[in-house]
């Protein structure tokens, strides 16, 4: 069965960073495209970031460009999301996601994604 996990939210303050991670199982990741998706408080959920198959195409959210780097690491079945300068308004649920044709489209749109993790939360607070 299909999994998708996500961790390494929490608490944390401005300025600081965060990583985290999406486990895969199931499936194996390498094929997949990936992307990283949030949900503010009131929000709709947004994309963040994605990076392709090969690892060779990412794009970001114009909000966390220069400060979040998306990755993969086919090997562990894992891709993560390095959270740089934090602010209060990335305040969010995080959800990982796959995408099977292996693309990272440069709109980063739910509907490009197939299946989701549940969520961690990240709260970026004083």
């Known amino acids: 069965q299909l999994q998708l996990v996500e961790s390494g939210g929490g608490l944390v303050q401005p300025g600081g960073s965060l990583r985290l991670s999406c486990a895969a199982s199931?499936?194996?990741?390498?094929?997949?495209?990936i992307g990283w998706f949030r949900q503010g408080p009131g929000k709709e959920r947004e994309g963040v970031a994605c990076?392709?198959?090969?690892?060779?195409?990412?794009n970001y959210a114009d909000s966390v460009k220069g400060r979040f780097t998306i990755s993969r690491d086919n090997a562990k079945n894992t891709f993560y999301l390095q959270m740089n300068s934090l602010k209060p308004e990335d305040t969010a649920v995080y959800y990982c996601?796959?995408?099977?044709?292996?693309?990272?489209?440069?709109?980063?749109?739910?509907?490009?994604?197939?299946?989701w993790g549940q969520g961690t939360q990240v709260t970026v607070s004083s």
């Open positions: 996601a796959t995408e099977y044709l292996g693309g990272c489209p440069r709109s980063i749109l739910v509907q490009s994604f197939d299946d």
């Open positions: 199931g499936f194996t990741l390498a094929t997949y495209g």
């Open positions: 990076i392709s198959s090969s690892g060779g195409s990412t």
